[in-house]
């Protein structure tokens, strides 16, 4: 079965400091990787997404790391603002036609003052 | 900047009656999802929609559920008998062309739906 689990499950910062968030997948073959942003209450927006031939995708403050072999990505966070608490999920996408996607739980981040 | 709108933002229904959620994708896309998260869950796959027809469903759209794609714009999904265990918020998701190797996907604001 197809699975994607992140660590951890939620994680507490003061602000302006850095995090890194963990993803690892059994999803394969896969066509992509994508870290959401979802604030409460509010659909996902994607921040990075990386085809299997990626290893670093970079979108402001936020760098996802890719790891095909090991199955494993991660998500950092540099300079963390209080605007970046919300949960963030790691989505795998099957090569499949019809892009089914498994979503891991997310990791809910806090950004305190 | 182009966006997926979902209608109504909160539905509230007896349990037992049929509700409609609508969605309406991003114009130039053709692939069409319905997600739901129950409150404290992750997101969960649903349905995608291609071409006028089912492409994958997960084991949770069973036959209380349905899509449609009424018009040129809009997509639906029906849940025909509402239980309890369907409150949650569901998501409506586009993206632009299959097989695309990035074939992002961008997510409405969600419906959430109170079933009582």
């Known amino acids: 079965k197809n699975q994607v689990e992140q660590s951890p499950q939620s994680l507490i910062i003061l602000e302006g400091k850095n995090c890194t968030l963990q993803?690892?997948?059994?999803?394969?073959?896969?066509?992509?990787l994508r870290w959401y942003k979802q604030d409460t209450g509010r659909g996902p927006v994607s921040l990075t997404i990386?085809?299997?031939?990626?290893n670093t995708k970079s979108n402001g403050r936020y760098t996802a790391t890719l790891d095909a072999d090991t199955k494993q990505s991660s998500l950092h966070i540099t300079a963390s603002q209080l605007s970046d608490s919300a949960s963030y999920i790691c989505v795998v996408r099957g090569l499949t036609n019809a892009g089914k996607s498994t979503f891991g739980d997310g990791t809910t981040l806090t950004v305190k003052p | 900047e182009p966006e997926v709108t979902q209608t109504p933002s909160h539905q509230v229904t007896q349990m037992g009656q049929e509700v409609i959620l609508r969605c309406v994708p991003i114009s130039n896309h053709l692939y069409f999802y319905w997600y739901r998260q129950i409150l404290g869950q992750k997101v969960e796959f649903l349905v995608s929609?291609?071409?006028?027809?089912?492409?994958?469903k997960s084991e949770i759209f069973d036959d209380q559920f349905s899509v449609e794609r009424p018009d040129g714009s809009n997509f639906t999904l029906k849940i025909r008998s509402t239980k309890l265990e369907d409150s949650a918020m569901y998501f409506c998701?586009?993206?632009?062309?299959?097989?695309?190797?990035?074939?992002?996907?961008?997510f409405g604001p969600g419906t959430r739906l109170t079933v009582l």
């Open positions: 993803c690892n997948y059994t999803v394969s073959p896969f066509s992509n």
């Open positions: 990386m085809t299997f031939s990626e």
């Open positions: 998701a586009s993206s632009e062309a299959p097989g695309a190797p990035y074939n992002e996907q961008f």
């Open positions: 929609f291609y071409n006028n027809e089912i492409s994958e």
